[in-house]
Protein backbone atom coordinates (compact mmCIF):
# COMPACT_ATOMS: atom_id res chain seq x y z
CA UNK A 1 0.00 0.00 0.00
CA UNK A 2 3.09 2.65 -1.33
CA UNK A 3 -0.21 5.48 -1.12
CA UNK A 4 -1.30 4.84 2.92
CA UNK A 5 0.14 7.33 4.69
CA UNK A 6 2.73 6.75 7.69
CA UNK A 7 0.66 8.88 9.60
CA UNK A 8 -2.97 10.06 9.35
CA UNK A 9 -4.44 12.07 12.07
CA UNK A 10 -7.95 13.22 11.76
CA UNK A 11 -9.46 15.87 14.32
CA UNK A 12 -7.38 14.90 17.02
CA UNK A 13 -7.53 16.44 20.34
CA UNK A 14 -6.09 16.47 23.67
CA UNK A 15 -7.09 17.52 26.86
CA UNK A 16 -5.95 17.26 30.72
CA UNK A 17 -7.08 17.64 33.97
CA UNK A 18 -6.10 21.09 34.76
CA UNK A 19 -6.35 22.93 38.56
CA UNK A 20 -9.92 23.82 38.49
CA UNK A 21 -11.11 23.11 34.89
CA UNK A 22 -9.99 21.11 31.77
CA UNK A 23 -7.24 22.18 30.00
CA UNK A 24 -7.94 21.33 26.14
CA UNK A 25 -4.03 21.45 24.99
CA UNK A 26 -4.44 20.36 21.02
CA UNK A 27 -8.04 21.32 19.60
CA UNK A 28 -7.99 20.10 16.37
CA UNK A 29 -5.00 18.50 14.72
CA UNK A 30 -5.77 16.96 11.12
CA UNK A 31 -2.08 15.47 9.52
CA UNK A 32 -0.62 13.04 7.17
CA UNK A 33 2.90 12.31 6.92
CA UNK A 34 3.98 10.42 3.64
CA UNK A 35 6.85 7.87 4.10
CA UNK A 36 10.09 9.03 3.71
CA UNK A 37 8.93 12.53 4.40
CA UNK A 38 10.60 15.04 6.41
CA UNK A 39 8.49 17.20 8.76
CA UNK A 40 9.52 20.31 11.00
CA UNK A 41 6.75 20.79 14.48
CA UNK A 42 7.40 24.59 15.10
CA UNK A 43 5.70 26.71 17.37
CA UNK A 44 5.99 28.64 21.21
CA UNK A 45 6.80 26.57 24.02
CA UNK A 46 3.38 25.48 25.78
CA UNK A 47 1.57 25.60 22.68
CA UNK A 48 1.56 21.77 22.70
CA UNK A 49 4.61 20.10 20.45
CA UNK A 50 5.66 17.29 23.17
CA UNK A 51 1.98 16.27 23.57
CA UNK A 52 1.55 15.89 19.59
CA UNK A 53 5.07 13.87 20.00
CA UNK A 54 3.31 11.83 23.13
CA UNK A 55 0.79 10.62 20.60
CA UNK A 56 2.34 10.08 17.07
CA UNK A 57 4.46 8.10 19.66
CA UNK A 58 1.75 5.68 21.20
CA UNK A 59 3.03 7.16 24.75
CA UNK A 60 -0.32 8.59 24.85
CA UNK A 61 -3.32 8.72 23.37
CA UNK A 62 -5.97 11.22 22.05
CA UNK A 63 -9.14 12.37 24.21
CA UNK A 64 -10.65 12.55 20.51
CA UNK A 65 -10.16 11.71 16.71
CA UNK A 66 -8.20 9.18 15.50
CA UNK A 67 -4.43 8.41 14.49
CA UNK A 68 -3.45 5.89 11.97
CA UNK A 69 0.00 4.67 11.63
CA UNK A 70 0.17 2.76 7.90
CA UNK A 71 -3.52 2.38 8.20
CA UNK A 72 -3.67 0.69 11.61
CA UNK A 73 -6.06 2.54 14.19
CA UNK A 74 -3.71 3.19 16.99
CA UNK A 75 -6.67 3.46 19.66
CA UNK A 76 -7.60 -0.27 18.53
CA UNK A 77 -4.00 -2.07 19.58
CA UNK A 78 -3.53 -3.43 22.75
CA UNK A 79 -1.16 -1.94 25.11
CA UNK A 80 1.29 -4.90 24.38
CA UNK A 81 1.12 -4.18 20.70
CA UNK A 82 1.18 -0.83 21.08
CA UNK A 83 4.62 -1.18 23.10
CA UNK A 84 5.75 -3.55 20.29
CA UNK A 85 5.25 -0.65 17.62
CA UNK A 86 6.93 1.36 19.65
CA UNK A 87 9.88 -0.97 19.97
CA UNK A 88 10.33 -1.87 16.17
CA UNK A 89 8.86 0.82 14.01
CA UNK A 90 9.41 4.10 15.93
CA UNK A 91 12.49 5.53 16.88
CA UNK A 92 12.30 8.06 19.68
CA UNK A 93 15.04 11.12 20.16
CA UNK A 94 14.36 13.26 22.90
CA UNK A 95 16.32 16.57 24.08
CA UNK A 96 18.24 14.65 26.49
CA UNK A 97 19.92 11.43 25.60
CA UNK A 98 18.52 9.12 28.68
CA UNK A 99 21.15 6.74 28.54
CA UNK A 100 22.16 4.80 31.33
CA UNK A 101 25.46 5.49 32.99
CA UNK A 102 26.15 2.44 34.11
CA UNK A 103 26.25 0.67 30.28
CA UNK A 104 28.83 1.52 28.02
CA UNK A 105 27.96 3.32 24.78
CA UNK A 106 27.19 -0.20 22.46
CA UNK A 107 25.20 -1.78 25.97
CA UNK A 108 23.11 1.65 25.67
CA UNK A 109 22.62 1.40 21.44
CA UNK A 110 21.54 -2.33 21.70
CA UNK A 111 18.89 -1.83 24.76
CA UNK A 112 15.85 -1.78 22.25
CA UNK A 113 16.85 -4.84 20.83
CA UNK A 114 17.48 -6.43 24.52
CA UNK A 115 14.78 -5.19 25.62
CA UNK A 116 12.77 -6.58 22.54
CA UNK A 117 14.27 -10.39 23.22
CA UNK A 118 16.93 -10.13 20.56
CA UNK A 119 19.41 -12.63 21.22
CA UNK A 120 22.54 -10.23 22.53
CA UNK A 121 24.98 -10.99 20.11
CA UNK A 122 22.64 -9.72 17.40
CA UNK A 123 21.69 -6.67 19.38
CA UNK A 124 25.46 -5.83 19.53
CA UNK A 125 26.27 -6.12 15.24
CA UNK A 126 22.89 -4.09 14.86
CA UNK A 127 24.76 -1.90 17.57
CA UNK A 128 27.76 -1.58 15.84
CA UNK A 129 25.60 -1.06 12.67
CA UNK A 130 23.70 1.95 14.11
CA UNK A 131 27.25 3.29 16.02
CA UNK A 132 28.51 3.62 12.34
CA UNK A 133 25.98 5.40 11.13
CA UNK A 134 26.49 7.76 13.64
CA UNK A 135 29.81 8.02 13.49
CA UNK A 136 30.68 6.60 17.08
CA UNK A 137 32.79 3.72 15.93
CA UNK A 138 35.70 4.56 17.79
CA UNK A 139 33.63 4.97 20.85
CA UNK A 140 31.72 1.49 21.15
CA UNK A 141 33.42 0.73 24.54
CA UNK A 142 33.67 3.80 26.22
CA UNK A 143 31.20 4.54 29.33
CA UNK A 144 28.54 7.06 27.93
CA UNK A 145 29.84 9.33 30.85
CA UNK A 146 33.04 9.48 29.10
CA UNK A 147 31.16 11.05 26.04
CA UNK A 148 30.74 14.56 24.83
CA UNK A 149 27.34 16.12 24.79
CA UNK A 150 27.09 16.28 21.01
CA UNK A 151 28.51 12.32 21.48
CA UNK A 152 25.83 11.14 24.03
CA UNK A 153 23.18 12.98 21.59
CA UNK A 154 24.55 10.93 18.51
CA UNK A 155 24.42 7.55 20.79
CA UNK A 156 20.93 8.33 21.65
CA UNK A 157 20.11 8.40 17.97
CA UNK A 158 22.36 5.27 17.20
CA UNK A 159 19.99 4.03 20.39
CA UNK A 160 16.91 5.20 18.18
CA UNK A 161 17.99 3.67 14.74
CA UNK A 162 18.63 0.57 16.44
CA UNK A 163 15.74 -1.44 15.17
CA UNK A 164 15.31 0.33 11.57
CA UNK A 165 12.40 1.86 12.63
CA UNK A 166 10.33 3.80 9.57
CA UNK A 167 10.14 7.19 11.79
CA UNK A 168 12.61 9.23 13.87
CA UNK A 169 10.71 11.35 16.17
CA UNK A 170 12.68 14.20 18.02
CA UNK A 171 11.59 16.45 20.39
CA UNK A 172 13.95 19.02 20.25
CA UNK A 173 17.02 16.96 19.24
CA UNK A 174 19.57 19.39 19.42
CA UNK A 175 18.25 21.53 21.89
CA UNK A 176 20.84 21.12 24.89
CA UNK A 177 23.30 21.64 22.15
CA UNK A 178 25.77 24.45 21.25
CA UNK A 179 25.16 25.55 17.91
CA UNK A 180 28.13 23.68 16.44
CA UNK A 181 27.16 20.42 17.62
CA UNK A 182 23.52 21.12 16.69
CA UNK A 183 24.51 21.39 13.60
CA UNK A 184 25.91 18.32 13.56
CA UNK A 185 22.74 16.66 14.81
CA UNK A 186 20.37 18.39 12.21
CA UNK A 187 22.93 17.03 9.36
CA UNK A 188 22.85 13.74 10.60
CA UNK A 189 18.83 13.21 10.79
CA UNK A 190 19.00 14.76 7.50
CA UNK A 191 21.29 12.04 5.92
CA UNK A 192 19.10 9.26 8.03
CA UNK A 193 16.39 10.77 6.16
CA UNK A 194 18.03 10.93 2.52
CA UNK A 195 19.89 8.01 2.87
CA UNK A 196 18.11 5.43 5.06
CA UNK A 197 14.70 6.64 3.88
CA UNK A 198 13.40 7.11 7.86
CA UNK A 199 10.38 9.65 7.76
CA UNK A 200 11.36 12.40 10.30
CA UNK A 201 8.97 14.48 12.52
CA UNK A 202 10.94 16.71 14.50
CA UNK A 203 10.08 19.23 16.92
CA UNK A 204 13.07 22.12 16.50
CA UNK A 205 14.01 25.61 17.37
CA UNK A 206 17.03 25.19 15.06
CA UNK A 207 15.96 26.88 11.67
CA UNK A 208 18.53 25.27 9.99
CA UNK A 209 17.10 22.26 10.39
CA UNK A 210 13.81 23.62 9.87
CA UNK A 211 14.31 24.82 6.61
CA UNK A 212 16.34 22.18 5.13
CA UNK A 213 13.28 19.96 6.07
CA UNK A 214 10.51 19.34 3.32
CA UNK A 215 7.39 20.83 5.40
CA UNK A 216 7.14 23.33 8.22
CA UNK A 217 4.31 23.23 10.17
CA UNK A 218 3.47 25.21 13.50
CA UNK A 219 1.53 24.33 16.35
CA UNK A 220 -0.73 27.35 17.62
CA UNK A 221 -3.86 28.13 19.80
CA UNK A 222 -3.92 23.75 19.37
CA UNK A 223 -4.05 23.38 15.74
CA UNK A 224 -1.16 22.91 13.29
CA UNK A 225 -0.63 25.09 10.06
CA UNK A 226 1.86 24.97 7.31
CA UNK A 227 4.58 27.92 8.17
CA UNK A 228 4.45 30.03 5.30
N1 LIG B 1 -0.38 16.14 31.84
C1 LIG B 1 -0.55 17.45 31.84
N2 LIG B 1 -1.31 18.05 32.78
C2 LIG B 1 -1.52 19.39 32.78
N3 LIG B 1 -1.01 20.21 31.87
C3 LIG B 1 -0.23 19.69 30.90
C4 LIG B 1 0.04 18.29 30.83
N4 LIG B 1 0.84 18.08 29.77
C5 LIG B 1 1.06 19.29 29.22
N5 LIG B 1 0.42 20.25 29.87
C6 LIG B 1 0.39 21.68 29.52
O1 LIG B 1 0.01 21.75 28.15
C7 LIG B 1 0.72 22.76 27.48
C8 LIG B 1 1.50 22.18 26.31
O2 LIG B 1 2.56 21.37 26.81
P1 LIG B 1 3.69 20.75 25.87
O3 LIG B 1 3.07 19.79 24.93
O4 LIG B 1 4.77 20.23 26.75
O5 LIG B 1 4.18 22.04 25.06
P2 LIG B 1 5.53 22.33 24.26
O6 LIG B 1 6.24 21.04 24.09
O7 LIG B 1 5.10 22.95 22.98
O8 LIG B 1 6.30 23.32 25.10
C9 LIG B 1 1.60 23.43 28.52
O9 LIG B 1 0.92 24.56 29.00
C10 LIG B 1 1.73 22.37 29.59
O10 LIG B 1 1.96 22.94 30.84
MG1 LIG C 1 8.14 20.41 24.60
Known amino acids: MPDTPLYQLREVGKEVAGPAERLVILRRIDLSVKEGESVAILGASGSGKTTLLHLLSTLDTPSWGEITMRGRNLAALSGEARARLRNREIGLIFQFHHLLPEFNTLENVAMPGIIGGMP ?101 AGELHAQV
Do not use: W, Y
Not at 137 to 159: D, F, K, M, P, Y
Open 120 to 220: RPKAFDLAREALGHVGLSERTNHLVTTLSGGERQRAAIARAILMKPQVLLGDEPSGSLDEANGEKIAELLLRLNRELGMTLVVVTHNQGLAQRMDRRLELH
